[in-house]
Protein backbone atom coordinates (compact mmCIF):
# COMPACT_ATOMS: atom_id res chain seq x y z
CA UNK A 1 0.00 0.00 0.00
CA UNK A 2 1.61 3.46 -0.52
CA UNK A 3 0.19 6.35 1.43
CA UNK A 4 -1.45 9.28 -0.22
CA UNK A 5 -1.68 11.53 2.59
CA UNK A 6 -1.43 10.81 6.49
CA UNK A 7 -2.33 12.99 9.51
CA UNK A 8 0.05 13.35 12.58
CA UNK A 9 1.11 10.48 14.79
CA UNK A 10 -0.12 7.27 12.60
CA UNK A 11 2.19 4.80 12.98
CA UNK A 12 2.78 0.73 12.38
CA UNK A 13 1.87 -1.32 15.52
CA UNK A 14 1.64 -4.84 16.47
CA UNK A 15 1.62 -6.43 19.98
CA UNK A 16 5.12 -4.85 20.99
CA UNK A 17 8.22 -6.03 22.68
CA UNK A 18 7.78 -7.42 25.50
CA UNK A 19 10.99 -8.92 28.04
CA UNK A 20 12.65 -5.47 27.78
CA UNK A 21 11.79 -3.80 30.93
CA UNK A 22 14.76 -4.30 33.22
CA UNK A 23 16.75 -2.65 29.74
CA UNK A 24 14.17 0.53 30.04
CA UNK A 25 12.11 -0.01 27.00
CA UNK A 26 8.49 -0.47 27.67
CA UNK A 27 6.98 -3.19 25.72
CA UNK A 28 4.82 -0.21 23.82
CA UNK A 29 2.59 -2.09 20.85
CA UNK A 30 -1.39 -1.14 19.97
CA UNK A 31 -2.80 1.08 22.55
CA UNK A 32 -6.16 -0.84 22.23
CA UNK A 33 -5.43 -4.72 22.08
CA UNK A 34 -8.99 -5.48 21.81
CA UNK A 35 -8.38 -3.76 18.28
CA UNK A 36 -6.10 -6.60 17.60
CA UNK A 37 -8.55 -9.37 18.56
CA UNK A 38 -11.26 -8.00 16.43
CA UNK A 39 -8.75 -8.10 13.47
CA UNK A 40 -8.22 -11.72 14.31
CA UNK A 41 -11.28 -12.54 14.00
CA UNK A 42 -11.64 -10.88 10.87
CA UNK A 43 -8.66 -11.75 9.16
CA UNK A 44 -6.65 -15.00 9.28
CA UNK A 45 -3.66 -13.74 10.06
CA UNK A 46 -2.88 -10.10 11.13
CA UNK A 47 0.70 -9.06 11.91
CA UNK A 48 1.69 -5.66 12.08
CA UNK A 49 -1.62 -2.81 11.49
CA UNK A 50 -1.88 0.89 11.39
CA UNK A 51 -2.97 2.78 14.33
CA UNK A 52 -4.99 6.20 13.85
CA UNK A 53 -4.79 8.07 16.44
CA UNK A 54 -8.07 10.38 15.13
CA UNK A 55 -6.10 11.49 11.83
CA UNK A 56 -6.97 11.40 8.28
CA UNK A 57 -5.02 8.85 6.49
CA UNK A 58 -5.49 7.89 2.02
CA UNK A 59 -3.95 4.88 0.87
CA UNK A 60 -3.74 3.16 -2.50
CA UNK A 61 -3.63 -0.68 -2.64
CA UNK A 62 -1.53 -1.72 -5.51
CA UNK A 63 -2.13 -5.34 -5.11
CA UNK A 64 -5.67 -7.12 -4.15
CA UNK A 65 -6.21 -6.95 -0.76
CA UNK A 66 -8.53 -8.14 2.39
CA UNK A 67 -8.33 -5.39 4.44
CA UNK A 68 -10.23 -5.11 8.43
CA UNK A 69 -11.20 -1.99 10.12
CA UNK A 70 -11.49 -1.62 13.84
CA UNK A 71 -11.31 0.21 16.81
CA UNK A 72 -12.55 3.38 16.76
CA UNK A 73 -15.03 4.07 14.15
CA UNK A 74 -13.87 6.25 10.74
CA UNK A 75 -15.41 6.75 8.05
CA UNK A 76 -14.33 4.65 5.27
CA UNK A 77 -14.76 5.13 1.70
CA UNK A 78 -13.24 2.98 -1.19
CA UNK A 79 -13.78 2.15 -4.70
CA UNK A 80 -17.10 4.66 -4.76
CA UNK A 81 -18.20 2.72 -1.66
CA UNK A 82 -18.86 3.90 1.89
CA UNK A 83 -17.32 0.99 4.23
CA UNK A 84 -18.74 -0.43 7.30
CA UNK A 85 -16.67 -0.51 10.46
CA UNK A 86 -15.67 -3.44 12.37
CA UNK A 87 -15.53 -5.60 9.29
CA UNK A 88 -13.43 -6.91 6.40
CA UNK A 89 -13.38 -5.50 2.72
CA UNK A 90 -12.10 -7.78 -0.14
CA UNK A 91 -10.42 -4.24 -2.48
CA UNK A 92 -8.73 -4.62 -5.67
CA UNK A 93 -5.59 -3.23 -6.85
CA UNK A 94 -5.56 0.07 -7.50
CA UNK A 95 -8.52 1.05 -4.99
CA UNK A 96 -7.97 4.02 -3.16
CA UNK A 97 -9.11 4.20 0.77
CA UNK A 98 -10.24 6.95 2.61
CA UNK A 99 -10.18 7.36 6.45
CA UNK A 100 -11.63 10.10 8.37
CA UNK A 101 -12.12 10.63 11.99
CA UNK A 102 -15.74 10.49 13.41
CA UNK A 103 -15.39 11.69 16.58
CA UNK A 104 -15.45 8.46 18.40
CA UNK A 105 -13.03 6.68 20.13
CA UNK A 106 -9.38 7.57 19.95
CA UNK A 107 -7.66 4.76 18.35
CA UNK A 108 -8.51 3.09 14.93
CA UNK A 109 -7.21 0.51 13.12
CA UNK A 110 -6.69 -0.92 10.14
CA UNK A 111 -5.18 -4.46 9.07
CA UNK A 112 -4.66 -6.43 6.12
CA UNK A 113 -4.43 -10.40 6.31
CA UNK A 114 -1.00 -11.17 6.33
CA UNK A 115 0.05 -8.17 8.38
CA UNK A 116 2.88 -5.62 6.57
CA UNK A 117 6.05 -6.44 5.77
CA UNK A 118 8.00 -3.76 7.23
CA UNK A 119 11.14 -4.07 9.54
CA UNK A 120 11.47 -5.46 12.37
CA UNK A 121 13.56 -3.96 15.25
CA UNK A 122 13.82 -6.31 18.37
CA UNK A 123 11.57 -8.39 17.02
CA UNK A 124 9.07 -6.56 16.36
CA UNK A 125 7.66 -3.74 13.63
CA UNK A 126 6.09 -1.76 16.31
CA UNK A 127 6.63 2.06 16.13
CA UNK A 128 7.85 3.48 19.60
CA UNK A 129 8.41 6.76 18.72
CA UNK A 130 9.13 7.62 22.86
CA UNK A 131 12.16 5.70 22.02
CA UNK A 132 13.13 6.56 18.74
CA UNK A 133 12.26 3.25 17.02
CA UNK A 134 10.07 4.04 13.93
CA UNK A 135 8.49 6.82 12.49
CA UNK A 136 4.91 8.19 11.59
CA UNK A 137 3.59 7.45 8.49
CA UNK A 138 3.74 10.28 5.91
CA UNK A 139 2.69 10.87 2.22
CA UNK A 140 4.91 8.76 -0.22
CA UNK A 141 5.93 5.64 2.55
CA UNK A 142 5.07 2.46 1.15
CA UNK A 143 3.88 -0.35 3.39
CA UNK A 144 5.04 -3.81 1.71
CA UNK A 145 1.82 -6.36 1.79
CA UNK A 146 1.20 -9.52 -0.12
CA UNK A 147 -1.82 -9.72 -1.94
CA UNK A 148 -4.77 -11.13 -0.39
CA UNK A 149 -7.89 -12.51 -1.11
CA UNK A 150 -11.21 -13.17 0.64
CA UNK A 151 -15.07 -12.85 1.88
CA UNK A 152 -16.39 -9.64 3.41
CA UNK A 153 -17.48 -10.12 7.19
CA UNK A 154 -18.19 -8.10 10.15
CA UNK A 155 -18.28 -8.41 14.06
CA UNK A 156 -20.28 -7.41 16.81
CA UNK A 157 -17.44 -5.16 18.11
CA UNK A 158 -16.02 -5.44 21.93
CA UNK A 159 -17.90 -2.44 23.88
CA UNK A 160 -15.14 -0.29 25.01
CA UNK A 161 -16.06 3.26 24.10
CA UNK A 162 -17.56 6.10 25.84
CA UNK A 163 -15.50 5.76 28.73
CA UNK A 164 -17.18 3.83 31.85
CA UNK A 165 -15.93 1.94 35.03
CA UNK A 166 -12.19 0.44 34.68
CA UNK A 167 -11.45 -1.98 37.36
CA UNK A 168 -7.97 -1.95 39.25
CA UNK A 169 -5.40 -4.40 41.09
CA UNK A 170 -3.52 -2.70 43.91
CA UNK A 171 0.32 -1.82 43.21
CA UNK A 172 2.95 -1.80 45.84
CA UNK A 173 2.45 1.85 46.94
CA UNK A 174 -1.64 1.56 47.30
CA UNK A 175 -1.19 0.66 51.08
CA UNK A 176 0.48 3.79 51.30
CA UNK A 177 -2.91 5.70 50.40
CA UNK A 178 -4.85 5.98 53.78
CA UNK A 179 -8.24 4.11 53.25
CA UNK A 180 -10.13 7.31 53.38
CA UNK A 181 -7.90 8.13 50.09
CA UNK A 182 -8.47 4.99 48.41
CA UNK A 183 -12.15 5.13 49.36
CA UNK A 184 -12.86 8.59 47.85
CA UNK A 185 -10.68 7.56 44.40
CA UNK A 186 -13.44 5.26 43.64
CA UNK A 187 -16.11 7.13 44.83
CA UNK A 188 -15.13 9.91 42.72
CA UNK A 189 -15.95 10.41 38.84
CA UNK A 190 -13.16 11.58 36.82
CA UNK A 191 -12.96 13.02 32.70
CA UNK A 192 -10.63 11.98 30.44
CA UNK A 193 -8.59 15.77 30.30
CA UNK A 194 -7.62 16.90 26.61
CA UNK A 195 -3.81 16.22 27.73
CA UNK A 196 -2.46 12.50 26.54
CA UNK A 197 -0.76 10.45 24.14
CA UNK A 198 0.50 7.33 23.95
CA UNK A 199 2.40 7.67 27.20
CA UNK A 200 -0.67 8.57 28.99
CA UNK A 201 -3.65 10.05 29.30
CA UNK A 202 -4.17 12.86 32.29
CA UNK A 203 -7.66 12.97 34.22
CA UNK A 204 -9.58 16.16 35.36
CA UNK A 205 -11.46 15.93 38.36
CA UNK A 206 -13.29 18.49 41.67
CA UNK A 207 -11.60 18.56 44.60
CA UNK A 208 -8.38 17.66 46.58
CA UNK A 209 -5.17 16.06 45.13
CA UNK A 210 -4.14 12.57 46.20
CA UNK A 211 -1.12 11.53 48.04
CA UNK A 212 0.58 9.28 49.88
CA UNK A 213 2.14 9.01 53.44
CA UNK A 214 5.66 10.17 53.06
CA UNK A 215 5.09 10.28 49.24
CA UNK A 216 8.67 11.99 49.06
CA UNK A 217 10.86 9.65 50.46
CA UNK A 218 9.42 6.86 48.05
CA UNK A 219 11.91 5.30 46.12
CA UNK A 220 11.95 4.50 42.48
CA UNK A 221 9.97 1.58 41.43
CA UNK A 222 9.03 -0.15 38.23
CA UNK A 223 5.99 1.09 36.17
CA UNK A 224 3.86 -0.57 34.02
CA UNK A 225 0.82 0.26 31.33
CA UNK A 226 -2.12 0.74 33.12
CA UNK A 227 -0.79 2.29 36.41
CA UNK A 228 -2.53 5.19 37.54
CA UNK A 229 0.11 7.55 38.62
CA UNK A 230 -0.22 10.14 41.18
CA UNK A 231 1.96 13.20 40.26
CA UNK A 232 3.09 15.67 43.04
CA UNK A 233 0.03 17.78 42.67
CA UNK A 234 -2.14 14.40 43.24
CA UNK A 235 -3.32 13.93 39.80
CA UNK A 236 -3.97 10.76 38.45
CA UNK A 237 -2.37 9.95 34.80
CA UNK A 238 -3.54 6.47 33.28
CA UNK A 239 -0.42 5.43 32.16
CA UNK A 240 -0.52 3.87 28.29
CA UNK A 241 1.75 1.75 25.95
CA UNK A 242 4.66 3.82 25.37
CA UNK A 243 5.25 5.00 29.40
CA UNK A 244 8.27 5.24 31.62
CA UNK A 245 9.45 1.94 32.81
CA UNK A 246 10.75 3.57 36.35
CA UNK A 247 9.25 6.08 38.41
CA UNK A 248 9.07 7.77 42.36
CA UNK A 249 5.62 8.75 41.92
CA UNK A 250 2.91 6.57 43.91
CA UNK A 251 0.40 4.69 42.19
CA UNK A 252 -2.61 3.67 43.55
CA UNK A 253 -3.52 1.21 41.49
CA UNK A 254 -3.60 -0.87 37.66
CA UNK A 255 -6.25 -0.93 35.43
CA UNK A 256 -6.45 -4.46 34.51
CA UNK A 257 -5.47 -5.40 30.97
CA UNK A 258 -9.24 -6.46 30.43
CA UNK A 259 -9.99 -2.53 31.10
CA UNK A 260 -7.17 -0.39 29.62
CA UNK A 261 -8.49 -0.32 25.87
CA UNK A 262 -11.66 1.57 27.84
CA UNK A 263 -9.01 4.17 29.57
CA UNK A 264 -7.07 4.53 26.19
CA UNK A 265 -10.41 4.83 24.19
CA UNK A 266 -11.90 7.55 26.21
CA UNK A 267 -12.15 11.13 24.59
CA UNK A 268 -11.77 14.16 26.16
CA UNK A 269 -14.97 14.48 28.56
CA UNK A 270 -15.63 10.76 28.56
CA UNK A 271 -16.67 10.04 32.33
CA UNK A 272 -14.38 7.32 34.50
CA UNK A 273 -14.67 5.24 37.29
CA UNK A 274 -12.51 3.02 39.08
CA UNK A 275 -13.34 -0.10 41.71
CA UNK A 276 -10.74 -2.02 43.26
CA UNK A 277 -10.86 -5.71 42.12
CA UNK A 278 -9.05 -8.73 43.16
CA UNK A 279 -6.69 -10.54 41.68
CA UNK A 280 -8.69 -13.53 41.08
CA UNK A 281 -11.11 -11.57 39.63
CA UNK A 282 -8.31 -9.88 37.42
CA UNK A 283 -7.36 -12.52 35.86
CA UNK A 284 -11.02 -13.86 34.67
CA UNK A 285 -11.69 -10.68 32.99
CA UNK A 286 -10.81 -11.58 29.41
CA UNK A 287 -12.69 -10.81 26.52
CA UNK A 288 -13.57 -13.72 23.74
CA UNK A 289 -13.51 -13.04 20.32
CA UNK A 290 -16.05 -12.06 18.49
CA UNK A 291 -17.54 -14.43 16.04
CA UNK A 292 -17.47 -13.25 12.48
CA UNK A 293 -20.19 -13.42 10.16
CA UNK A 294 -20.96 -12.53 6.63
CA UNK A 295 -21.56 -9.01 5.51
CA UNK A 296 -24.35 -8.63 3.39
CA UNK A 297 -24.86 -5.57 1.11
CA UNK A 298 -28.44 -3.82 0.07
CA UNK A 299 -28.04 -4.03 -4.12
CA UNK A 300 -28.48 0.00 -3.84
CA UNK A 301 -24.81 0.03 -2.38
CA UNK A 302 -23.29 -2.15 -5.01
CA UNK A 303 -22.25 0.32 -7.61
CA UNK A 304 -20.76 -2.37 -10.32
CA UNK A 305 -23.99 -4.65 -9.26
CA UNK A 306 -24.39 -5.03 -13.09
CA UNK A 307 -20.70 -6.50 -13.78
CA UNK A 308 -20.84 -9.25 -10.98
CA UNK A 309 -21.87 -12.94 -11.69
CA UNK A 310 -25.32 -12.87 -10.33
CA UNK A 311 -26.50 -16.36 -12.37
CA UNK A 312 -23.84 -18.81 -12.41
CA UNK A 313 -26.66 -21.72 -14.38
CA UNK A 314 -30.08 -22.07 -15.44
CA UNK A 315 -32.02 -25.29 -15.60
CA UNK A 316 -35.23 -25.92 -16.24
CA UNK A 317 -38.46 -25.59 -14.32
CA UNK A 318 -40.63 -28.41 -16.30
CA UNK A 319 -40.32 -32.15 -15.79
CA UNK A 320 -40.83 -34.32 -18.70
CA UNK A 321 -42.80 -36.67 -18.80
CA UNK A 322 -42.02 -40.39 -18.60
Not at 250 to 265: K, M, S
Request: glycine share 12%; with cysteine; net charge negative.
Amino acid sequence: MEVLSSGPLVTVQDDGRPGHLAQGLARGGAADALARLEARALLDEIGAGIEIPGAPLRLRLHVPALIALTGAPMRADAAGRRLLWNAAHALAEGDVLDLKPSGEGAYSYLHVEGGFDTDTVMGSRAAHLIAGIGMPLAAGDTLPCAASRGSDRKIVPIPRLGGGMLRLVPTPQTRLFPEGERDRFEAMTFTRDPRGNRQGVRLAFEGEGFATEGQLNLLSDFILPGDVQMTGDGVPYILGPECQTTGGYPRIGTVIGADLPRALQARPGDALTFRFVTMDEARAATHRRPVPTPLVRSPAEVADLGAMQLVSGVVSARMEDE
